[in-house]
C-alpha cells in the first residue's frame, strides 16, 4: 500500500493513474490483505494479479542499462507478458477450482482442490490444445473461464511464441559481437546492403588474383538479410559475417568492433530516387564512425560530385591516412567523357580496375577471344628495383615491356624536396627514376609485377624466361639488385596526390622533338608530311581557371548559346550529349561530362564543341555549373525527335552520348532504361542524304585535320588508297556511348548480338565495343581503392582531366569555376600527358599496320615520340569470311608482345603533352604535332 501512495504521489496525471492497469491490480490485492487481518486468517484471494507486474520488469532493466538493443527490449517484453498471463490465469483456476461455483445452493459444495502448479500445468496444456485430459477443471466458473483461455491463449501463444523464436534464432545468428582473429585484418561494410550490390564487391574483393586476402568483411545492416543474400554469405562463410544493428548507434559499432577495424566500407543506393538524400544519410554515417573512431579509414560511396565537400566539413576526414570518396557521377561522366576522345577507352579502364579471370575456347569467335584476353587485366603497384633507378621513364617503360612483359604506366614522382609526391603518367624523359620509386603497372596478375621488384641486371641481365626472373641469389648486396624487404602489390607506403606538384626533374636527354629530328626514319617522314610543330598560338587568346587545368571563360548567359533552328554553320567533329530529364529530375552533373574536354592540356582550337539536347528547364539548372567552359552549346527539345538530332549534325559528331536522369521504377527496374534505349535504336535506324552538298564541303574543310582516320563504313580488310574521312551515311555507323542503369538492358542496344539476359555486363557485344556503360562497373572500385589507396587517384587522374582538391575546395564554396592567369606555375600543370587514339591506316606509324608486331610498335612510338601504347580498338569482322563487314570495333587490353597487327587498327595511348613558352610568349607543344594531326582521332 506504501507502494501504491509514492506512485500516487510521483505520477504526473492523477486521473490515469487511477484507471491504468497496474493501479486495478493494487485494487484487487491490497484489501484482501486487511480482510485476512480482521477475519484472522488467510485468504489468498485475487493475489494472483501480481503476477501482472511482471511486465513492468523489461522497464526496469532499461533503467539498470541492463538491456540495450531493440531485440532484447522486444525479447523481454514478450517472454514476461506470456509468463504473466500464464501466471494470472492459473491464479484465477487455482481460486475457483478450490473455491467451488458461488451461485449453487448452498454455494462452494463442489470444490476440487488442486495444487498452484497444477493450475499451471492445466492452463499450458490447454493453451498449447494438446489437453492430456489427467487434471481438467470440475466448476462451472473454471470451465467457463478456460472457453476465454483458449480463444486468448491461443492468439497470444501464436503471436508470441514464434516471435520469440525469431527474435532468439536472429540473435544466435546475426547478433552477438564480432570477436576478432589474432593477426587477422577485419573490414566493415554498411550503407546500402542488397545481394546486388554485395555479390559485385564480394566477386572483385575476394577474387583469387589478390592472391591470399587475409581480411574478413563484416557487413552490419539494420534489415535482416533476404534469402538470396543469405546464401551469398554462406557460401563465403570463412570471410564473411553478417550482423544486424546500424552504425549511427554506438552500441552497434562497439559490437562490431569497430575500432580495431582496418577500415569501413559505405554503400550507396546507385538507384536511389533521391541523390542528395541518399549521399546525406551515407555522410551521416561517416559523421557517426567518424566520432565513434576518428582514426579508422573510411572509404564512401556518393551519388553527386557537390556532395563531396561535405565531407571536408568533417574534422577527422583525412585524404592523407587513406579517407577517400569514389564519386559515382564523377567517375561515371569522366569515363563517358574520355570515351569522346578516344571510343572504347571507357571499357578498356573499367576492365583494369575490375579483378576478372579470363577464359579463352574455341567456340567462340576470334574477336571475343581476343577481348577476354584483355579482360585478365588489372592494375597493381609495385617498388622498382635499383636496376631502374637513374633512367628515364621511357626507357623504364621500354625495360619492363621487352624484359619483363610488364605495361608501366605510371611512377611516383617527388617534390624538389622531397616531402610529398604525386602520380606522374608517362612523364616522358623530363621525369627519371629514384630509389624507391613506386611504378603502376598493367599485367594478369600481382605475382607478374614482382618481377620489377626483384628484376637485378647481374643476376637477370641475360634470362628470356620472364617465370625466372624471382628473388636472386645477390642478397641485396649489389647495387642494381632490387631483393629486400617487398611490399604486398597492393599496399602503398604512402598516399600520393593526383597532380598539383611539381616533379623532381631529372637530366634531359631528347625531347621527343629532337628524337624525331634525328631518327633516320622519321626524317623521311619529315620530307613527306606537314611541320612538326604547330603553327604559333597567341597565349592571350587562351584563359584558364586558378588551378591551371581547365579552359575557362568569363560567364556566359544561357541564352547566347541556345541554337534556335537549324545553325547556319555547318558543326562537324562535335560531341552530342542527349539528356533525358525534366524539370524535377535530379542533377546529374553535367560539368564532370564538360570538364575532361575542356583539360588545359588541350589547345583551344582542339577543343570539341558540345552540343547539349533535352529539356530546356532542366537545362538551366545544369547551367549554373557549365557557363564558364567554352564551346557549349544547347537546343531545347527531346532527344528523341529526330529533326532536333539532324539540326544538330548527329551523322557528322565524333560522339553522340545518351544520358538519362529521370527516376527509376522501384517497381520493374527494366524500364529504367527506356528512354536511353529508344534513342540509340532512333538513331541507329536514321539514314542521311548527301545531295544538299552540305557533307561534302565539311568533309573537305576537316580532311586536312583528320586525314589518316578511317572512313566509317571502310571495309576492315581495306585497301592501300587513302581516303579523307567522310560524314556517316546511316545511323548505325554514328559513334555512340549509352549509359545504361540496368545491366540487363544491353541486350536491347544490338540486335546482331547474343540476347542471354544472363550473359555478365563486361562478356555483352555494346560493352566490349565501347557503346555501352553501366554504373555498376563501379562498385569494384570500392575494394579497389582499398587494397590501393593511390589506384582511385590513379584513375581519377586519368579521366577527370585534372581535377584536384584544391579544385574541389573552390567548388565546396559554390561560386563556381575561377579564372586565373597564365603564370607559369600554370603552364607547368598544363604539362600531364592526356588520352588519344593513333590510327595506323595512315601516318609516321602506318608501316606496322601492315602485319607488324605490337612489340615493335610499342618500341617505336614510345622512343621517337614518348607515346605509351595500352591496347588496340579493332574492327570486330575482320574476315573474309564476313559478307557484310560490320563497323562494330572491339576493344583489346595490352596486347601480347608477338601480337600481329592490321591497317584499320586504331591504338590507344598515353600523349605526353608538354606546353613551354618562348621569348614572344608563343606556346609551343613539343609532342610531335604531325601525328597528332594525322593519328589521332
Not at 470440475?138 to 467457463?144: A, I, L, M, N, Q
Amino acid at each position: 500500500m506504501v507502494y501504491f501512495f509514492i506512485r500516487f504521489v510521483a505520477a504526473p496525471d492523477k486521473l490515469w493513474f487511477l484507471i491504468e492497469l497496474y493501479s486495478f491490480v493494487d485494487y484487487f490485492t491490497i484489501p484482501p490483505s486487511f480482510v485476512a487481518i480482521y477475519l484472522d486468517q488467510t485468504w489468498l484471494g485475487l493475489r494472483f494479479l501480481r503476477a501482472l507486474r511482471l511486465m513492468s520488469i523489461p522497464e526496469i532493466l532499461q533503467y539498470l542499462n541492463l538491456i540495450k538493443t531493440t531485440n532484447q527490449i522486444r525479447f523481454s517484453q514478450l517472454v514476461l507478458l506470456f509468463l504473466s498471463c500464464w501466471l494470472t490465469a492459473a491464479g484465477f483456476i487455482h481460486l475457483v477450482e478450490n473455491s467451488g461455483d458461488v451461485f449453487n445452493d448452498p454455494p462452494f459444495v463442489n470444490p476440487q482442490y488442486l495444487t498452484y502448479w497444477e493450475c499451471v500445468y492445466i492452463i499450458i496444456v490447454t493453451v498449447s490444445t494438446v489437453g492430456y485430459g489427467d487434471i481438467y477443471c470440475k466448476t462451472v466458473t473454471g470451465r467457463f473461464f478456460m472457453v476465454f483461455v483458449i480463444l486468448g491463449g491461443l492468439a497470444l501463444f501464436a503471436h508470441a511464441v514464434p516471435e520469440i523464436l525469431i527474435l532468439i534464432g536472429n540473435r544466435t545468428r546475426y547478433g552477438g559481437t564480432y570477436k576478432k582473429e589474432n593477426g587477422k585484418k577485419h573490414i566493415v561494410l554498411c550503407g546500402h546492403i542488397t545481394y546486388d550490390s554485395v555479390s559485385n564487391f564480394l566477386s572483385d574483393f575476394l577474387h583469387k588474383d589478390r592472391e591470399d586476402v587475409e581480411v574478413e568483411i563484416i557487413f552490419i545492416h539494420k534489415q535482416m538479410p533476404g534469402l538470396d543474400l543469405e546464401g551469398l554469405f554462406k557460401r563465403n562463410f570463412t570471410q564473411v559475417e553478417f550482423f544486424q544493428g546500424s552504425v549511427m548507434d554506438a552500441n552497434d559499432l562497439e559490437r562490431v568492433n569497430i575500432k580495431e577495424a582496418d577500415a569501413c566500407l559505405v554503400l550507396c543506393n546507385k538507384y536511389a530516387d533521391d541523390p542528395d538524400a541518399e549521399d546525406a544519410a551515407n555522410i551521416m554515417r561517416v559523421i557517426s564512425i567518424k566520432n565513434y573512431h576518428d582514426g579508422i579509414k573510411i572509404i564512401i560511396q556518393l551519388m553527386q560530385y557537390h556532395n563531396k565537400a561535405y565531407l571536408l566539413n568533417i574534422p577527422s576526414w583525412d585524404w592523407k591516412r587513406g579517407d577517400d570518396a569514389v564519386c559515382l557521377a564523377e567517375l561515371k561522366l569522366g569515363f563517358i567523357a574520355q570515351s569522346c576522345l578516344a571510343p572504347g577507352f571507357s571499357t578498356l579502364m573499367a576492365n583494369l580496375f575490375t579483378m576478372r579471370s579470363y577464359k579463352t575456347s574455341e567456340d567462340m569467335e576470334l574477336w571475343q577471344n581476343h577481348y577476354l584476353q584483355g579482360t585478365g587485366m588489372e592494375m597493381y603497384t609495385e617498388y622498382l628495383s635499383s636496376a631502374f633507378v637513374g633512367l628515364t621513364f621511357p626507357k623504364a617503360a621500354e625495360m619492363c615491356f621487352t624484359k619483363l612483359k610488364l605495361l608501366l604506366i605510371a611512377t611516383e614522382a617527388r617534390s624538389e624536396d622531397g616531402s610529398e609526391s604525386c602520380i606522374a603518367i608517362n612523364p616522358g624523359a623530363t621525369v627519371k627514376i629514384e630509389q624507391g620509386t613506386q611504378g603502376f603497372f598493367i599485367a594478369q596478375s600481382a605475382d607478374e609485377v614482382k618481377r620489377a621488384f626483384y628484376y637485378c641486371k647481374s643476376c637477370h641481365g641475360d634470362v628470356t624466361d620472364v617465370r625466372a626472373i624471382k628473388k636472386c641469389r645477390c642478397k641485396g648486396t649489389n647495387a642494381s639488385c632490387g631483393n629486400g624487404k617487398a611490399d604486398k602489390p597492393y599496399e602503398s607506403s604512402r598516399r600520393v596526390s593526383s597532380v598539383g606538384l611539381k616533379p623532381r626533374i631529372g637530366s634531359r636527354t631528347n625531347s621527343p622533338t629532337d628524337v624525331l629530328a634525328t631518327t633516320p626514319e622519321e626524317k623521311t617522314v619529315q620530307n613527306s608530311t606537314a611541320p612538326l610543330l604547330p603553327s604559333p598560338v597567341d597565349a592571350s587568346q587562351e584563359i584558364f581557371d586558378v588551378t591551371g587545368m581547365f579552359h575557362w571563360i568569363p560567364e556566359k548567359l544561357f541564352e547566347d548559346c541556345v541554337i534556335q533552328e537549324r545553325p547556319q554553320e555547318v558543326l562537324s567533329n562535335h560531341v552530342i550529349v542527349c539528356v533525358f530529364a525534366d524539370s524535377s529530375s535530379p542533377l546529374m552533373g553535367l560539368r564532370n561530362l564538360v570538364m575532361p574536354l575542356r583539360a588545359s592540356n588541350f589547345h583551344y582550337e582542339e577543343l570539341k564543341t558540345v552540343v547539349l539536347v533535352g529539356d530546356e528547364d532542366y537545362m538551366r539548372r545544369e547551367w549554373k555549373c557549365l557557363y564558364n567552359f567554352p564551346k557549349i552549346l544547347v537546343l531545347p527539345g527531346s532527344p528523341l525527335n529526330r529533326a532536333n538530332l539532324r539540326a544538330v549534325y548527329v551523322n557528322l559528331c565524333d560522339m553522340c552520348v545518351i544520358l538519362s536522369a529521370k527516376h527509376h521504377s522501384a517497381e520493374d527496374t527494366t524500364l529504367a532504361d527506356k528512354e536511353a534505349i529508344l534513342c540509340s535504336l532512333n538513331i541507329k535506324a536514321m539514314t542521311f542524304d548527301d545531295s544538299i552538298g552540305l557533307l561534302q564541303s565539311s568533309a573537305q574543310k576537316v580532311t586536312t585535320s583528320t586525314e589518316g582516320v578511317l572512313p566509317p563504313g571502310f571495309n576492315p580488310l581495306g585497301s592501300p588508297i587513302k581516303l579523307p574521312r567522310k560524314t556517316s551515311t546511316y545511323g548505325a555507323n554514328i559513334p555512340m556511348i549509352t549509359e545504361l542503369a540496368n545491366d540487363c538492358n544491353v541486350q536491347f542496344l544490338d540486335q546482331d548480338d547474343d540476347d542471354d539476359p544472363d550473359t555478365e555486363l563486361y562478356m555483352t557485344q555494346p560493352f566490349s565495343c565501347g557503346t555501352a556503360f553501366a554504373v555498376s562497373v563501379l562498385d569494384s572500385l570500392m575494394s579497389t581503392t582499398y587494397f590501393n589507396d593511390n589506384a582511385l587517384t590513379l584513375i581519377r587522374t586519368l579521366i577527370t582531366g585534372g581535377a584536384t582538391p584544391e579544385l574541389e575546395q573552390i567548388l565546396a564554396e559554390g561560386a563556381g569555376m575561377q579564372g586565373g592567369y597564365n603564370s607559369s606555375d600554370i603552364m607547368t600543370n598544363r604539362n600531364r600527358c592526356r588520352v588519344g587514339q593513333i590510327s595506323l591506316y595512315q601516318g609516321p606509324l602506318s608501316h606496322y599496320g601492315d602485319n607488324g608486331k605490337y612489340s615493335d610498335l610499342f618500341v617505336a612510338a614510345l622512343k621517337n615520340y614518348s607515346i605509351l601504347c595500352i591496347g588496340l580498338y579493332r574492327f570486330r569482322d575482320t574476315s573474309n569470311d564476313v559478307k557484310c563487314p560490320s563497323s562494330k570495333r572491339y576493344v583489346i587490353t595490352n596486347p601480347s608482345d608477338d601480337f600481329l597487327l592490321m591497317p584499320t587498327d586504331q591504338v590507344f595511348c598515353f600523349i605526353p603533352c608538354n606546353f613551354t613558352t618562348n621569348v614572344k610568349g608563343v606556346i609551343l607543344n613539343k609532342v610531335n604535332k604531325n601525328i597528332l594531326s594525322h593519328t589521332i582521332r
